[in-house]
């Protein structure tokens, strides 16, 4: 399957990746894995509240609603 160009991905996703902190890739890249929020508190060490906190800063930069959509927009990213 062929990704899409650059310029088809939503110019929110685009314009703020490049936003999220370190701490938010790590959440982001295991919540992409299928991992539950408490799955990704354990293997952070952090709270449940705080992987809660992470998600819904990166939906705001990446201008998403869900964390399927964030995972679509990161997943692009990776593979573009």
């Known amino acids: 399957m062929l990704e899409k160009p650059e310029a088809a991905r939503p110019a929110s996703a685009r314009r703020h990746a490049s936003n999220l902190s370190f701490r938010e890739v790590e959440v982001l890249e295991m919540a992409a894995e299928g991992l539950t929020n408490f799955e990704i508190a354990n293997r952070l ?9 992470h998600l819904a800063s990166i939906y705001r930069k990446l201008g998403v609603g869900n964390r399927t959509e964030a995972a679509v927009a990161f997943l692009r990213g990776v593979n573009a």
């Open 45 to 53: 060490n952090v709270t449940v509240h705080a992987v809660k906190f």
